[in-house]
């Protein structure tokens, strides 16, 4: 039996259905998507864990300690949830490269 994740990340313009794909090994199988909000990653999620029987979870830095508790509490205790998380310089790179992509332009 294959361990399985997913890796949820944030994009103004993404399209749940659309914009995934998956990876595969023998012992493990790595799901990825880009969601547009909160509401869309809840629902990821809860599909991953009922559709696919992810076990692991892992977001974004982009996910407030708030979201993860959302989701959390969306999928269960038998599902680990995780953050990626950079430090100070690997942040500021981060913010600066998609402010330069338009991420952050009000509407």
């Not at 399209?15 to 629902?43: D, G, M, W």
């Not at 990626?84 to 009000?106: H, I, L, P, V």
Request: net charge neutral; proline share 3%; with cysteine.
């Amino acid at each position: 039996m294959a361990f399985k994740a997913v890796f949820i990340a944030h994009a103004p313009d993404a399209e749940l259905e659309k914009h995934r794909c998956v990876i595969r090994t023998p012992s493990y199988i790595l799901f990825v998507t880009v969601v547009k909000n909160q509401e869309q990653a809840i629902e990821a999620c809860k599909k991953f864990v009922e559709e696919e029987g992810v076990q692991s979870i892992l977001l974004c830095p982009g996910f407030k300690h708030r979201d993860v508790a959302e989701i959390s509490g969306a999928v269960g205790e038998n599902v680990g949830v995780f953050v990626a998380r950079g430090d100070g310089q690997g942040n500021k790179a981060s913010m600066k490269a998609m402010k330069e992509a338009g991420w952050f332009q009000e509407k």
